[in-house]
Structure formats: structure tokens, C-alpha cells
């Protein structure tokens, strides 16, 4: 795309959520001027970015995905580095693998779910094969299990600390104006509506997840439920999953001992509070990990609904004025920052 001469070149970006925030501080670097719209405050409560776990486990996820998402999220891992120094939150990134076991009932499921990952792509060769004693050498604290899975280049992002800093970092901008408690009612080529308002841009971005459901074919919400836990007693240093008769749980840990505790996804589009059986049955599983969790305190419980198309895969949408992203479905933190790079490619 050839920029037309005029300046400054001006971005609007309906939906100030992960994505939103990403967009806007790629094209920050760029030298463009962004407006930000969204119907959520700045502190982006009720965005489906601050309830996820931020895991970027590209080779886990094959499972129940397409290799493009490997090769995606294995971008993303490469590109988180330099968009979290810009904001100067170097730490809220880490690499340190990520483990997969399962309770002795479960180790069919186990071994099917890495059988499957090897069948897909010839990287799952460097997943690594785990007995008691090695898991126990990853995490000393991890007793309960004889055998295992490690991911040695997976990681995960403090999703917390990258919104808020975000935040922060696009409210103070100079070439920022941000539009919060703000309904976009249309976004169409170069122009972003309002209920009130038509604003005109150069290039309009419609990230607005599940809030597009009405202009996009097939999209919904898939329910994700979280919670935060504050367990002195445990001392983990990488994500955990563990595997599940229904679902995939996860741990993931915070600074301060601080665990985000979850399940993979829900077919569900209700954003109502956590229900009895799934309270139980996250916390049991946390728990039975490691039985020092049976004095964490609770911190929160977390539910969003992350937006997915049919085929669970991103969908990008190029026109001359225009960008469409949505679909991230449950890889929000894996693949927005290579979807976005490859969305803003349009200006080169």
C-alpha cells in the first residue's frame, strides 16, 4: 500500500482490547496517529485479554489445531520480546517450557494427546519424555506424577501487567485519543461509526472480538473461566497442564506466588459468574497437582467469552481502507503479535 502524502497518516481501531492495543502500538512505531474506540473503560475490565492465562504454547496447542497456528505462535514468541521492552515490562515475558502429565487414570489421554501432536508436524520431535525423576528435576515440587511431557520453548506473558502498562503507555501517548464507554455501531471502509458520530481515517482496523458479531458470519463466543489463586505453599516456575476427562486445565504462575488456574475452553456464550461444578472441579485439579493450593487464598474467578470462527482458525480481512482481525479464538497472547505484524504489512 502506498501511504498518500498528507500527514500525520491517521489509524482508527474499533475495539481497544489485546488486539486493539497491539495494532496501535505497531502502528505507533510507524509514526501514524491512532484514535481507539471501545464500549469497555481503559482499564479494559471486561476484555477477554486480562481474563486469559497468557500461555504461548504453539506445540500444545496442535492438538485440536491447524499448523498455521504453530507457525504463528511461534512468531508471536520471537515478536513478544520487543513489544514488551517498549513498554519497558522486560519481565513479564518468560521461556521456560512448558510440562504436560497426567493422574495415573488419565495416561491413555496423555499419550494420545502427544501422539497426535507427533503425527502433525516434525518439530513435536523436541518434545521431551519425561519420568518422575525428571519431572521432579523441572519442578521439585511436582511429586504426584510418574510420567510426562516437556515443551522446551514455550513460555508465557503476564497478561495482566501487559494491559495495564498498555494502557498506561496509549493514554499518556501524544498521537493517541481514545475514545472509552464508546459503542461502534459500524466500521466500514476508512470510517469508523458511533451512535453519534461518523469519524473519517485513513485506515480503519475492526478488532472488536466478540463485539463484530453481527457483521461476521459464524462468529462466537467460547466461554474460558479463571482463577486467580495466592498459594505461598507452591513454588512452580512454568505452565502446568494437566490432563482432564472434559477439558485441559492449566496453571500458570505469577510473581508472588500468584497461580492462574483454568480450563482450555467452554462451548458456551454465557458470561455469567462460575458455576458450582467447575469451581470444584478447578480447584480439585489444582489441588491434587500439589497440595499446597488446599491453603491457597482466592483471589478472583475470572469469565470472558474469547471469540472464535467455525474453524477455530484467525480471520483476516484486507479491503483498501480496511482490516478486519478477529477469531483468536483461545490463542489470544500466541498469536496476536504475528497476526498483527502480518496485518500491517498492507503499509510497506
Same mark, same amino acid.
Given at each position: 500500500?502506498?501511504?498518500?502524502?498528507?500527514?500525520?497518516f491517521?489509524?482508527g481501531?474499533?475495539?481497544?482490547?489485546?488486539l486493539?492495543?497491539?495494532?496501535a502500538?505497531n502502528?505507533l512505531?510507524?509514526?501514524?496517529?491512532?484514535t481507539?474506540?471501545d464500549?469497555?473503560a481503559?482499564?479494559?475490565?471486561?476484555?477477554?485479554?486480562?481474563?486469559?492465562?497468557?500461555?504461548?504454547?504453539p506445540?500444545?496447542?496442535?492438538?485440536?489445531a491447524?499448523?498455521s497456528?504453530?507457525?504463528?505462535? $511461534?512468531?508471536?514468541?520471537?515478536?513478544?520480546?520487543?513489544?514488551l521492552?517498549?513498554?519497558?515490562?522486560?519481565?513479564a515475558?518468560?521461556? $521456560?517450557?512448558?510440562?504436560?502429565?497426567?493422574?495415573h487414570a488419565?495416561?491413555?489421554d496423555?499419550t494420545?494427546?502427544?501422539?497426535?501432536?507427533?503425527?502433525?508436524?516434525?518439530?513435536?520431535?523436541?518434545?521431551?519424555?519425561?519420568?518422575?525423576?525428571?519431572i521432579?528435576?523441572l519442578?521439585?515440587?511436582?511429586?504426584?506424577?510418574?510420567?510426562?511431557y516437556?515443551?522446551p520453548?514455550e513460555?508465557?506473558?503476564?497478561?495482566?501487567?501487559f494491559?495495564?502498562?498498555?494502557?498506561?503507555f496509549?493514554a499518556n501517548?501524544?498521537?493517541?485519543?481514545?475514545h472509552?464507554?464508546?459503542?461502534?455501531s459500524?466500521?466500514?471502509?476508512g470510517?469508523?461509526?458511533?451512535v453519534n458520530?461518523?469519524?473519517?481515517?485513513?485506515?480503519?482496523?475492526d478488532?472488536?472480538?466478540?463485539?463484530?458479531?453481527?457483521g461476521?458470519?459464524g462468529?462466537?463466543?467460547?466461554?474460558?473461566?479463571?482463577?486467580?489463586?495466592?498459594?505461598?505453599?507452591?513454588?512452580?516456575?512454568?505452565?502446568?497442564?494437566?490432563?482432564?476427562p472434559?477439558?485441559?486445565?492449566?496453571?500458570?504462575?505469577?510473581?508472588?506466588?500468584?497461580?492462574?488456574?483454568?480450563?482450555?475452553?467452554?462451548?458456551s456464550e454465557d458470561r455469567?459468574?462460575?458455576?458450582?461444578?467447575s469451581?470444584?472441579?478447578?480447584?480439585?485439579?489444582?489441588?491434587?497437582?500439589?497440595?499446597?493450593?488446599?491453603e491457597?487464598?482466592?483471589?478472583?474467578?475470572?469469565?470472558?467469552?474469547?471469540?472464535?470462527?467455525e474453524?477455530?482458525?484467525?480471520?483476516?480481512?484486507?479491503?483498501?481502507?480496511?482490516?478486519?482481525?478477529?477469531?483468536?479464538?483461545?490463542?489470544?497472547?500466541?498469536?496476536?503479535?504475528a497476526?498483527?505484524?502480518?496485518a500491517?504489512?498492507?503499509f510497506d
Open positions: 500500500m502506498t501511504i498518500i502524502s498528507h500527514k500525520p491517521h489509524i481501531i474499533a475495539g481497544a482490547g489485546l486493539g492495543r497491539l495494532i502500538l502502528c512505531q510507524r509514526g501514524f496517529h491512532v481507539l474506540f464500549q469497555d481503559k482499564d479494559g475490565e471486561e476484555a477477554a485479554g486480562l481474563t486469559a492465562a497468557g500461555m504461548l504454547a506445540f500444545a496447542e496442535l492438538e485440536t491447524e499448523s497456528i504453530l507457525i504463528s505462535g $511461534k512468531r508471536s514468541i520471537q515478536l513478544w520480546p520487543s513489544l521492552k517498549l513498554l519497558s515490562i522486560e519481565e515475558f518468560k521461556q $521456560k517450557g512448558s510440562l504436560v502429565t497426567a493422574h488419565d495416561q491413555a496423555l494420545h494427546f502427544v501422539t497426535q501432536l507427533r503425527s502433525k508436524v516434525d518439530l513435536a520431535g523436541q518434545i521431551k519424555t519425561l519420568n518422575r525423576s525428571d521432579e528435576q519442578e521439585p515440587e511436582l511429586t504426584a506424577f510418574s510420567s510426562g516437556f515443551f520453548n513460555g508465557h506473558i503476564n497478561g495482566h501487567v494491559m495495564e502498562t498498555c494502557r498506561q496509549l501517548h501524544p498521537n493517541v485519543t481514545w472509552a464507554l464508546t459503542t461502534v459500524e466500521v466500514a471502509e470510517t469508523i461509526k458511533t458520530q461518523k469519524y473519517p481515517f485513513d485506515h480503519v482496523f478488532s472488536r472480538g466478540a463485539g463484530a458479531k453481527d461476521i458470519k462468529l462466537r463466543g467460547v466461554r474460558g473461566e479463571v482463577f486467580w489463586l495466592d498459594a505461598p505453599a507452591v513454588n512452580l516456575s512454568r505452565p502446568i497442564r494437566l490432563m482432564h472434559r477439558y485441559r486445565i492449566y496453571i500458570v504462575p505469577r510473581p508472588n506466588h500468584r497461580y492462574v488456574i483454568g480450563a482450555s475452553e467452554i462451548e455469567s459468574g462460575m458455576s458450582v461444578r469451581s470444584l472441579e478447578l480447584l480439585s485439579a489444582a489441588y491434587s497437582v500439589h497440595p499446597g493450593f488446599g491457597a487464598r482466592i483471589v478472583k474467578m475470572l469469565t470472558n467469552c474469547r471469540p472464535a470462527l474453524n477455530n482458525l484467525p480471520k483476516v480481512e484486507q479491503s483498501t481502507r480496511k482490516t478486519v482481525i478477529n477469531g483468536l479464538y483461545r490463542h489470544g497472547y500466541l498469536l496476536a503479535p497476526i498483527v505484524e502480518e500491517l504489512t498492507i
